[in-house]
C-alpha cells in the first residue's frame, strides 16, 4: 500500500506499469482519493514474494522514480505460496545449456523443482543426469535433436519421462518412441517464444501429446499454464503443417526477399523513402530474421515434414499470381482474391486489419 500520495494524470497507470512489464500477476488492486485532501492511496496484491528480485525491483523503481517519496510505500504482508497440486515431480534435467534451458530453469527453480543442466561442456555428463532425475528435458538445436534422442533416450527407465522442447514434432516423436522403453512418458513442447521474453503470460505453447503422455506430462502442461502461456493441442502431422505457416514459409519468404532487395541493388535508404506502412510489414519479418543467430533460421527452413508442403504449394501459387498479373488478367484476379476472402471469413480479416492500425499508428510515430 502507498501512503498517501500526490495524484498526477498517469501515476497510476506507471505504478501498475512497473508491475506488468515483468509479468508480476495482479491478485487485487483498489486506488481511491482521500475526499478532503484529494491524496491517492493505492492497494495492490500481487503474486510473488518480496524477497524475489522482479517484486523488490517494482518496489524500488516506484518508490524512486514514479512517487518520489522516500518511504512511499508499505508493505503490509507477504507469504510464501501453498501450491495444492498434486505434485509428481521432484527433480528435472535439462540436456543441452542454451538460452531457452537456462530460461526454463529458472522458472522452473522458482516454482520448487530441484533443476540441473548438462552439456558438452558440462562437468555433469548427460548420463549422470539421467540417473538421477525424474524428467528429462532435451533442449538443443533443430539439427541435433533426433541425434540427441537416439543417444540418451534408452538410458531412461520406466517410470522417468521425456519431454522435448523443439520445433519439429513428427519425426522427433517417433524417433522419441522408438528410442524409450514402454514405461518412459513422452510429450513435445514447442514454446513460440524465444530467451529474451520476460514472461510466457500471453505467449502461445503447442502441446503433442502421445500416447505415453501422463501425469509428468500433464504436470508440466499446469506449469506453462499457470505462468499465463496459451496452450494449444496438436497431432504431430498438424503441428508440423501450421509451423510450416507460422515459421517455416515466413522465414523462407524473408530471406528471398532479402536476396531479392541485393539482387537490385536496392539500399536502406529507397527502403524507407519508398515504402507504404503496409509494405513495411515484410521488411519488419525480414530484419527480425537478419539481425538475430542465422542457424536458427537456417534450421526452421531445413526441417522436414508437412511443413515443406506449404512452401512448395506457396511457390506454385507464387508463379501462378505471377503469370496471371504478366498476361493482365485483372477479372481473374479480382475473382481471386475474392475467393480467398471467403475461405479467410469476414470476422477474421476485420479482426486483422483492426491488428494492422494499431501497427500503422506506431510505424507512422517512427518514420
Known sequence: MTRPLDDRVGLLVDILSEFSRRGINFLDMRAENDIKTQKLSVYIEAEGHVEDPALKEVITQIEENIIRQTRGIQVIGSFPRIDMRARHIRSIGFIGTGAMSS???????????????????????PEDLIAEVDVVMICV??????????????????GQGLIL?????????????????????????HNLWGPQAATMKDKNAI???????GKYCSEIEAFLYEHGANIYHDSAS?????????????TVMSVALAMTLKQNNITKQDITSHSTLTSLYPILAMSRVHSQNPRTYAEIMSISGEGRKLVHDFLNNIKKVVSMADQGMISDLCALIDDNSRHLTKDFLEARMSQAKAVDEVLGSTI
Request: hydrophobic fraction near 40%; charged fraction near 20%; aromatic fraction near 4%.
Open 103 to 125: 530460461w526454463f530453469a529458472d522458472r522452473l527453480v522458482g516454482d520448487g523443482y530441484k533443476v540441473s543442466l548438462c552439456g558438452r561442456n558440462t562437468e555433469l555428463r
Open 141 to 158: 538445436p533443430i539439427s541435433a535433436t533426433r541425434a540427441t534422442i537416439q543417444q540418451y533416450g534408452p538410458l531412461l527407465k520406466a
Open 165 to 189: 522442447l523443439a520445433g519439429e514434432s513428427e519425426t522427433t516423436l517417433v524417433t522419441a518412441l522408438e528410442s524409450t522403453v514402454e514405461g518412459v512418458e513422452v510429450m513435445l513442447v
Open 207 to 213: 502441446i503433442v501429446r502421445t500416447p505415453r503422455s
Open 238 to 250: 498438424k503441428h508440423d503443417l501450421l509451423m510450416g505457416m507460422g515459421q517455416k514459409l515466413p
